[in-house]
RNA sequence: GCCCAGUUGGCGCAGUGGUAGCGCGCUCCCUUGACAUGGGAGAGGUCAUAGGUUCAAAUCCUAUACUGGGCACCA
């Protein structure tokens, strides 16, 4: 016999073990069937998983359960991502600790640091996947930095060289000081910042009286190389042609013209920083003007500087603006709010830098993804965040693919003096040296539909599970990895890497702010498990998930998830109970059933089609929130309740078509609830199989519930309605009279309902008789729709209280009728009302109006 | 600046034309043989605002306000 309350760990230890030795979650090419196919968003071996990682993983977990109770064959691959600077930047702050730099290691050792961490990582990642029940196929682990995938690596490294998709140049980029390498335009994000805006005034090098330009940074005008003003611009056009000197180094450099130029900005003076700012860039271009640095990649000033090279961008920021007041330089300064962007890793600010990169050509990668998006071949949900995608890709620039970092694939290139470089993934010979830098780490990540399956390589898998059917993964990283997989997968494969991208939102705080270690208000998943099992946890996860939403995530609700399987667990128990301890099969069969039978059958059918139909529309919100008021509010609120009345009575086909409802209809739900909640339904499954007959080992085996008939009964749904109608109204009366809840009474009933045993089961009646005469003395009234029950009650009924009571029913009673009077008249006089609802409608409005009177009646009857 | 999403009882959220729902919290009652991780009964919302379409609007349309996000930015 179960125990009275669900206990997660040891069944979810002996579970894992189980599933575990049978391999339940791997997959092999099957001839002739479909597969489902997943992969995983590979977690960055940086630590441990977050809560985040918990809804994105039981998502796919669900999805990918589901399927195969459908009868596909499902693979969900498993596998860490590298993680790029993010992990190098975790281990930099681990030497760092120890009073170490990397380079005190060396790029080797470094390395070798590296891997070793990754290890450990990976394990712990793995695990707790594994402990949250991930159904992952494990004998298929990648790394995107194992040797596989570096082959995938540098295929497609090679290949986009060869179609001309590559190239190297000196380009100006995001540069992180403090990671000391550049990053793609999506790794940086923009926030506004205070800050000042200084008027600076170039005096002409003829000793005129010059321009003044305005600046957020004066430290850059030491690699000015000109100054710009709109043509337009009446204040300054004597100014075009002559030159004007840099102050504090006194280099002299040009006035030029350009529309560029925004007149009613500052001054209307621009000074141009090719080498430092995207738009100067731009300005340089046309004008063919020379970009000088005049900040290093460390993010000290350089030699432009003159006698400020060295300081930091800081230290001469506030060096340079205090020798600019002090000469006399300083026009004006105001305070501004200016966009300033971001290491999205780091949080320090981004120099734009000028320097030597290996850029992947967008826009020709992008055509395929745009035109399989506006065929449909690509379906995004929620499907408003299809818009984000194909701008990004319309709009989309060239992907700076160099990191100047060490943990990564390094570019295959090789250069001698004198030869042209190689593509090569190993040395070419001697003399031969490989380029220093990385490749971005959403570089592999990009090839990762592909390369989990052996690709460059025609292997049985690519060819099998390629393309994947479903990727799942948070809406924050689209661009960085959605868009390119597409891209890359359209480039290799000529076929999207999937068809729909599910894009689940972030988990924040219960008050909806980001988690995040310096708030301190970071949820540990592993935390939420042993508190309060693995079940709950995920059933509070994709009870929130509704599409593309953030979830506020409060504690809260996974103990309300931990109460939902607990009441699986021992509605299950009460099965068990009441069926005999040599298992028989109890099958569903027409002979015996009564109206609450066939009620909850017709329910359970509707409840199977929707739980699917939510799955199928990547909604697990609605289909946990489905199951959970079936399981809770009908079944055992309503019918369990019901059914009490035979299985409390003597032996027979009654009681075991009862049971046989009750086993068939438990036992289905769990398979329905087995997506979500793996442990306690496998569990429960295989305690009432036998009763069911089944004989799958595990419920995953077990299929997809589905019914011999059709049982859906609208009429008996309606019917039953009336019967909880009554027993609420007789439950509320004996409420609101303090009768105790225990206390049997006797009632009698005016008017038509039927099921008396269930009215006497569930109201805690003694008897129910149908009216004679008058009204009895000394009694109460509910009235239902259809029926006015009254119970008597001598000595206990205060008649004032009553009819306060009563008057006040009939004041809602009475609203309730304007309503539905006001709308039934809109309707009649509509000619395009339809006909069905105006029915209803007169339905309603008559059954209101009956209730009214049978009120009146009775209040006229006690006053 | 452009675009998207959101605005529903104390809190978190469902609800895509026909009498406002759920979970948590709150109040009262109940340890009745599945479950107090439970049961029963309640209180609590003019569905952001203003217009419009419709017989009928939380739901469709248009504006406005606020919140969050994406994109693009004037140095």
Known sequence: MLEKAYDPKPVEEAR???????????????????????????????????????????????????????????????????GGIATQNVMEKQLKSEGKSRFDLGREAFLERMQAWTRDCKKTIL??????????????EAFTMDEPRARAVFHAFKTLWERGLIYRGERLVNWCVRCGTALSDIEVER???????????????????GIVVATTRPVTMFGDTAVAINPKDDRWKHMVGKKVLIPLIDREIPIIEDSYVDFEFGTGGLK???????????????????????????GKLTEAAGPYAGLSREKAHDAVTADLEAKGYLVKKEDHRSAVQACERCGSVIEPLLSLQWFVKQTELAKEPLRALDAGEFKIYPKNWEKPYRDWLVNIKDWCVSRQIWWGHRIPVWYKEGEKPVVSLDSPGAGWTQDTDVLDTWFSSALWPLSVFGWPEKTRDLDYYYPTSTLVTGYEIMYLWVARMQMMGHAFMGKPAFPVAVMNGIVRDKSGKKMSKSLGNVIDPLVMM??????????????QAFPGKDIAFDEQSVVGARNFVNKLWNSTRFVLMNLPETPAVYALSADYLEASDRWILSRYQQVISRAQASLDAYDPAAAAQELYVFLWDEFCAWYIELAKGRLTGPEGAGKDAVRAVLVQVLAGSLKLLHPIMPFVTEELYAAIKPFAGESAEFILKSGYPKLGADW???????????????????????????????????????????????????????SLEPMSGGRPAQSATAVADGATFHIALAGVIDFAKERERLAKDLAKAEGDIEKRAAKLKNMSAAANAPAEKVAEAKEQHDAALARRDRLKETIAVLS
Request: charged letters at 20%; aromatic letters at 4%; glycine letters at 10%.
């Open 191 to 209: 926030e506004e910042r205070k800050g000042a805006l200084y008027h600076i005034h170039y005096k002409n090098a003829d000793g005129g009286d």
């Open 127 to 140: 695990g707790q996947l594994h402990r949250l029940g991930a159904s992952l196929d494990w004998e298929r």
């Open 712 to 766: 859906s009964n609208p009429a008996i749904e309606k019917e039953m309605g009336k019967v909880m109608g009554a027993v609420n109204a007789i439950r509320s009366l004996r409420s609101q009279l303090n009768v105790p809840p225990g206390l049997k009474i006797k009632a009698v009933v005016d008017g038509e309902v039927r099921h008396h045993a269930y009215l006497l089961l569930l109201a805690q009646l003694e």
């Open 272 to 298: 141009v920083t090719p080498a430092h700012d995207q738009n100067d860039w731009e300005l340089g271009e046309r004008h063919q003007l020379p970009a000088i640095k005049a900040i290093g990649p460390d």
């Open 530 to 543: 042993d508190k309060h099992g693995t079940d709950a946890l995920r059933f509070a996860l994709m009870a």
């Open 16 to 82: 894992l073990a189980s599933w575990d030795a049978a391999k339940l979650s791997h997959s092999e090419p099957v001839a002739g069937k479909k597969p489902y196919t997943i992969v995983i968003p590979p977690p960055n071996v940086t630590g441990a998983l977050h809560i985040g990682h918990a809804l994105n993983n039981t998502l796919q977990d669900a999805l990918i359960r589901h399927h195969r109770m459908l009868g596909g064959e499902s693979c969900w691959v498993p596998g860490c991502d590298h």
